[in-house]
Each structure stands twice: as C-alpha cells, then as structure tokens.
C-alpha cells in the first residue's frame, strides 16, 4: 500500500518503521525541518518537510493516489484537517489520532462523514481500558478482548506458588479449556510449544473463552488476589481516565498529582477519588499515599522516567501489581529489569489502528505486545490456503500459531486435529511483529 504519514514525533516515526518493515511504500511528512533532516537515513521512507494540514501540500505530494493517510501529529487540529483534506483530494481511508473527544463526541459516523476520519485513535484512552482491563482481571497483567469478547487473551506471570513452575507445557492441568499461545522471558517473546518448560517469573499469553480466562489464568499463575484498591500517579488524559473507569467498577482511588493546579482539576472532575498533590515519587511518598496496601498502582503521568522509578518503588515496597506507561521505545528493556509487572505503550496502541488499516477488512483485531510480538483475529475467507488445512498446516503458512476458531458463535480452541472452515474467525498469535502474512493463508488469492 502507498501510506502517507503526518507527523514525525516518537508515535509517528515507530508507525513509520513499522509500515516499512512491511514493505509498504511511505511517505512521513512533518512541520519540523530539522527534525526531518535528523531522520534522513534513520527512517526507510521518503521524508518531508512541510505542513501536513495543507490541502495544498498534501496535493503535492500525491495524497489523491494513496491508500492511507496517518495524521499522528501532537495537535489534534492539525490531524483532523489533515485527514478532512486528504479526504476531499481523494485518499481511500484516513486514520487520525484525536485526544480531545470534544472534536467528535465519541460518534463514528460524525468523524467519518463530517472530519472525514475512518478510524480515531484515542491512544491515552486506550491505554487507560488496557490497565483497567488488567487491575479487573486477577492474576493478569494485560488483558484483551477477540472475536466480540468471546475469547479473551491474557499475560499472566508465572509465580512460585503455580503449578507450572519447572514443569512442562504439556504436561499442565486442562480444566478449563485454554491454550498458552506465547511466553515472555527475559523480555523476549517466543511461540509456545508443548515441550516447553516454565520458569518462576516468566509471563505466559494465555487465551481462553471469557467466561473461563478467570480460572485458567489464576490456575497459571498460582496466585491471583483481587484487587480493591488502586493508586494512580499521575492525572493527565491516561490518568483521569483509568481512574474513571475504576470508579465506575467501584473501586477504591487514591490519585497522586504532582501539578497543583492539575490536582485540583482532578479532584473536581473525580469526587469519588482522593486526590493527593505529591511532589515526589520515593519511597516515602508512595508510602504516605498508602501505596504498601494498595491491591495496584498505576504509573500514568506523562515522563517516562518518572513512570518507571514510581513504579519500580511501589513494587519494592509491597504493591500486588505495579503497571506503567512507557511511550518511549528506548525505555521498554527497563520494565523487566525493574520488576514492574508490565508496562503499556501509547504509541503501539496508535499503530494497532494503522496496521489493522492497512491488513485488510478480513483483520478484526490487532494486539501488539512490548518486545514486538501481535495477537490477531483474522477471517477465513473461501477459497484460501488455510481451508480444510489442520490447525499444524495453518500455522506454518503465516508463520503463526493459531489459537482458537470462533465458528457459529462457538469458541473452539485450537489443537491439531481442528481443520479451518470458510467463514471461521481465526485468532492467531506471532512472536515477531511483520512475520504473520495472514494474506497468504486466510485470504483469498
């Protein structure tokens, strides 16, 4: 596909790199001179300079013959007008990354027919679902949703009290039906396989039907307490937002703020929550705000750094589970290595829209993972490579695993016996971003 990009911050240069790791063909604009001659060479693109909310420049360079245009700027104004232009001069489908729910009211048809955005991405509330979606799930540490919520994958860490620990995959407890699609070790992703032994500490992507990832990941993990309180730190757009989301599950909230100002907004606009204005993140402030007792924290302000010491600090002092955003691809390696359970990035919940636009209508759902592994859920159409192929067949064409079949509405995991009909809702897991071209088993030629 012929993609332009608009924007080249740390979002727009990861969509980037990720786009032409795929060999489709891009073209990355942005405002910033310098900052375009800085990457010239470090990006696989054509790069320019200019103002990517010019209808004018968005002409010149060839918008009306691309497939995609990504505006994944800072401004939100820039990115709807963006995409508003590169509508009105012909691109086929536009994907905008939007904050302000102001612009749109959360109405998709208003954003398709009056902004001319086919898919917004609410990247800071997206990442607020993805840590309510793990503080909700006991024993898990990220959590999502396939196939309409009929299958649920989840990342649980293996700990000393599980079963599984030192023995082999093959050999663990089936009730009730799951399959372990991938482990992460070392802050590396690999495929599951039944020989496979499990360490103590290792995160295990376990998929499941909803109504029985509860058990199966409590079971993998071997100790799951639910969580009843949280503490947040940090009250910007993530910050407000999961703290919301947890009121509405009425938990407890304690929200720590460094900003006084910002403090005080959130303390208004939350009156369920207690609002601490914190300037610090030691120890000895995580302990004032009752972070020792807490069931979870939650690290969500917008530095990284400071994310990532706060985090790291709660779980030495005692937190059940210590979660942080990272925006930054360079600070990734440092989760494992601190001891965080498990951190979620923005910027690939921004490239999960992108690539879902660019696979085709027949993806359903993307999940990308830290490290570079994807989760997807992928159609069967007739006529392709996988139909009336065993599950074993399958997964070495797309260089997958397939993890279960959706078919009638019934969840069917996967083992090899199971053959792929036309029609199936296929989940499928790599442990490398690019390597899975479900075209080629799932789609017809």
């Known amino acids: 596909m012929r993609v332009i990009v608009v924007g080249l911050g740390e979002v727009g240069q990861n969509v980037v790199r990720t786009l032409s790791a795929q060999r489709h063909e891009v073209t990355a604009v942005d405002a910033d001179r310098e900052r375009v001659e ?68 959360g109405d998709d048809e208003f954003s398709r027919e009056v902004l001319g955005i086919d898919f917004v991405v609410q990247p800071e509330k997206a990442a607020a679902d993805h840590l309510a979606e793990a503080v909700d799930l006991p024993g898990a540490v990220q959590v999502e949703h396939f196939a309409d919520g009929r299958v ?42 039944p020989g496979h032994r499990v360490k103590e500490g290792d995160h295990l992507l376990v998929a499941a039907a909803r109504e ?38 009425r938990l407890r909230v304690v929200l720590m703020e460094r900003d006084g100002d910002r403090a005080r907004a959130a303390a208004e606009a939350l009156p369920g929550a207690t609002v601490l204005h914190e300037e610090g993140v030691g120890r000895d402030d995580l302990i004032a705000a009752g972070v020792d007792r807490a069931g979870a924290f939650a690290a969500c302000s917008g530095d990284d750094r400071a994310n990532l010491l706060a985090a790291m600090y709660a779980k030495q002092i005692g937190v059940g589970l210590a979660l942080a ?10 989760v494992d290595a601190l001891g965080i359970d498990a951190a979620v990035s923005p910027r690939l919940v921004t490239a999960e829209a992108i690539l879902r636009s660019v696979r085709g209508e027949r993806v359903q759902a993307l ?17 392709c490579r996988a139909e009336g192929r065993r599950i074993e067949q399958a997964d070495s064409m797309g260089h997958t695993h397939v993890a279960a079949l959706v078919r009638d509405g019934k969840v069917i995991l996967a083992d090899d016996d199971h053959r792929v009909q036309a029609g199936d809702r296929v989940l499928v897991f790599s442990p490398r971003t690019g390597l899975s071209d479900v075209r080629h088993a799932f789609e017809a030629a």
């Open 212 to 249: 029985d990832i509860a058990t199966a990941i409590a079971r993998t993990a071997g100790e799951a307490v639910e969580v009843r309180d949280v503490v947040i730190f940090g009250a910007d757009r993530t910050g407000i937002a999961l703290a919301r989301r947890l009121l509405a599950s």
């Open 152 to 193: 649920t994958v989840a990342e649980a860490i293996v700990t000393p009290r599980s079963p599984l620990a030192g023995a082999a995959l093959r050999d663990r407890r089936m009730d009730p039906p799951h399959v372990v699609m991938g482990i992460i070790r070392d802050g590396r992703t690999m495929a599951a396989e």
């Open 325 to 334: 955003i990272v925006s930054r691809e360079e600070f990734v390696p440092l």
């Open 38 to 105: 800085a990457l010239q060479g470090d990006l696989d693109a054509l790069l320019l300079a200019g103002n990517g909310a010019s209808p004018k420049f968005l002409q010149e360079v060839g918008v009306g013959e691309a497939d995609l245009l990504c505006a994944v700027t800072q401004s939100d104004e820039v990115n709807v007008i963006a995409a508003l232009a590169g509508r009105q001069l012909g691109v086929r489908r536009t994907v905008a990354r939007v904050r302000d729910e102001e612009y749109f009211g």
């Open 367 to 383: 999940r990308l993972l830290l490290g570079g592994a994807e989760v997807l859920e992928v159609e069967a159409e007739p006529g």
